[in-house]
């Protein structure tokens, strides 16, 4: 708890707002992507609102807890999102309107994505177990216990397939091990392995695209045809712009029709005629893009910004290394959700489903969000002696 006269001076406001607007920004392109679907916007902005809603509530909650309590708990945490990625894929929702089939779980009337949730978990696991085994992180075998704590959930994620989402926790993770301290030697090893693997699967695609055709199985056993084809289409939309080339072909058309300063709230073409596909969750920028034009996706990007901003200006000025690990997995996930959808919807990113923060349709999206700034609002009131409002 905080005494009455630094309580508010620790409490980042200008974070706070950011978010605010983030959202209601949100609902307003949820309800401009969905006014055209049967039934309306009401079902989808009823959502979107009470998970915003419980969201806030849950944030307040924790600016007003010691997060060190979770520290005390990490491995619980931890235990619990390995056991929600089980689950999945033992009693998946069989559903292809949910998108990869095995990974959504129902239980009761509330059906949500377990590696929402599972983010969340392992940035606070793995924040406390890097902060334990801190001092000894660049012995080999004490760095290998720390990958393999942090991978486990990934090779779970992988096999639902999710991809997209795998590609998320293995960039947070990254990040995290970075910013403890890795020696450099590991940085400049893993990267030029990933670079030489990097060269010789582009060679390998290219030669295999030579004798491929769109509805052919994937030549690759690790990846679903559905998966291959996206990648086909990200460096071929016209060759298959009926099917796996629509989307990222729809949602450019979109973009590049709105110019500067869009065709008008609710009058985007491929928006409201339905020509662009998952409009209110991937591909929401590209309404953004059609009916805000450039202005309106300029300030979705200023307003990103100040978020990234006031996230890293926190973890940087936190004393505690758990705090800090905490806040940098929560910046790192946010970031790589906003420049791979947004890249995927310009055509200059591989398509993965991956949703963007505040703005795409998803409750249980919304709902980590929130209690992911909640919990970066209450690591800054409890551990800087600084005023956080001083921009």
């Not at 009823?46 to 491995?75: C, N, R």
Request: with cysteine; net charge neutral.
């Amino acid at each position: 708890m905080f005494t009455k006269d630094n309580k508010l001076k620790r409490f980042d406001f200008i974070l706070f707002i950011t978010t605010i607007i983030l959202s209601f920004y949100g609902f307003i392109m949820i309800k401009s992507a969905t006014i055209s679907k049967a039934g309306g916007s009401e079902g989808y902005l009823k959502t979107q609102i009470v998970a915003f809603a419980i969201g806030l509530v849950l944030m307040i909650i924790l600016t007003s807890i010691d997060y060190d309590l979770y520290g005390s708990f990490y491995m619980p945490i931890y235990v619990i999102s390995i056991l929600l990625l089980i689950y999945v894929l033992i009693n998946p929702v069989n559903a292809s309107e949910w998108g990869s089939v095995r990974s959504w779980v129902r239980i009761g009337p509330i059906v949500f994505q377990p590696s929402e949730l599972a983010k969340f978990g392992l940035i606070i696991s793995l924040a406390k177990f890097i902060d334990i085994n801190q001092e000894k992180i660049n012995e080999p075998l004490i760095l290998l216990k720390v990958l393999a704590f942090a991978l486990f959930p990934v090779v779970l994620i992988l096999l639902q397939p999710d991809l997209g989402t795998a590609l998320v926790f293995i960039f947070f993770i990254a990040v995290m091990i970075f910013v403890a301290g890795i020696n450099y030697k590991y940085v400049i090893t893993v990267l030029s392995i990933a670079l030489i693997f990097l060269i010789i699967g582009l060679g390998v695609f290219f030669y295999v695209m030579q004798d491929y055709n769109i509805g052919d199985e994937s030549p690759f056993s690790f990846l679903d045809r559905y998966q291959f084809e996206r990648i086909v289409t990200f460096f071929y939309p016209e060759l298959d712009p009926e099917d796996t080339g629509y989307q990222v072909i729809q949602s450019k058309t979109a973009i590049g029709s709105g110019m500067l300063y869009g065709r008008g709230l609710f009058e985007g073409v491929q928006n409201q005629l339905g020509y662009l596909p998952t409009k209110e969750t991937d591909f929401i920028f590209a309404v953004i893009g059609e009916e805000l034009g450039f202005m309106g996706g300029a300030l979705l990007l200023l307003l990103y910004a100040i978020l990234l901003y006031r996230l890293i200006r926190i973890a940087r000025r936190t004393t505690s290394l758990f705090g800090s690990l905490i806040i940098t997995g929560i910046t790192a996930m946010l970031f790589f959700h906003i420049f791979e959808n947004i890249g995927m919807t310009m055509g200059v990113m591989p398509v993965t489903g991956i949703p963007l923060p505040f703005i795409s349709y998803g409750g249980t999206f919304m709902l980590v969000n929130m209690i992911s700034i909640g919990l970066c609002l209450g690591i800054g009131m409890k551990r800087n002696k600084f005023d956080l409002n001083e921009f």
